[in-house]
């Protein structure tokens, strides 16, 4: 069988509201909302601007490493195309050097060859001069040696000297 529920003094229905429970709950919760207002919250607002506060530095040392880092590049290119114009600078300037040496050389090897050229039609000019002259004189002295031979007789140093300017003068108007 069954029984019916019937409702009774002593048990509460859900929608029967307690006011000691309801005004203790406030109560507790007012103190703790201020206990924690007072003691925890400054504690996590503190924490919180000190982590804004890192995060506000940490950016902005970045963005000021990253300014520094945009000047260094600026002045490493800048560093970069002055070497750069250095380096064509000096490779251009030992062009010029190594072309003043090489034209310096082949003047001076120029004049050296024009100098020994000299020199050696100098020399050349001398041994034939000498040449011509030891010729002249073994010329004269076979001509007086057979001149001697027919006229068998001896001819003097001076008769020798008439008979070389003569036959050099002959010579001289054959050319």
């Not at 006011?19 to 206990?35: D, E, H, K, P, S």
């Not at 982590?51 to 800048?78: G, I, P, T």
């Amino acid at each position: 069988m069954m029984i019916p529920f019937i409702a009774s003094d002593s048990e509460a229905s859900v929608v029967d509201v307690q006011l000691l429970t309801l005004g203790t709950a406030i109560v507790v919760f007012a103190i703790f909302f201020l206990l924690a207002a007072k003691f925890v919250w400054p504690h996590i607002l503190k924490g919180l601007d000190e982590r804004d506060n890192k995060l506000r530095d940490d950016l902005e040392a970045a963005e000021e490493a990253r300014q520094q880092a945009k000047s260094a590049l600026a002045e490493y290119e800048q560093e970069l195309t002055k070497a750069r114009s250095e380096a064509g600078d000096l490779i251009a300037k030992a062009r010029q050097d190594a072309k003043a040496a090489a034209e310096e050389l082949r003047a001076n090897n120029t004049r050296e060859l024009s100098e020994m050229k000299s020199a050696a039609t100098a020399d050349i000019n001398a041994a034939k001069k000498a040449a011509i002259g030891e010729l002249h004189t073994e010329a004269s002295n076979l001509a007086v040696a057979i001149a001697s031979r027919i006229l068998d007789r001896e001819i003097s140093a001076e008769d020798q000297q008439a008979l070389l300017s003569e036959s050099l003068s002959e010579l001289g108007q054959s050319k």
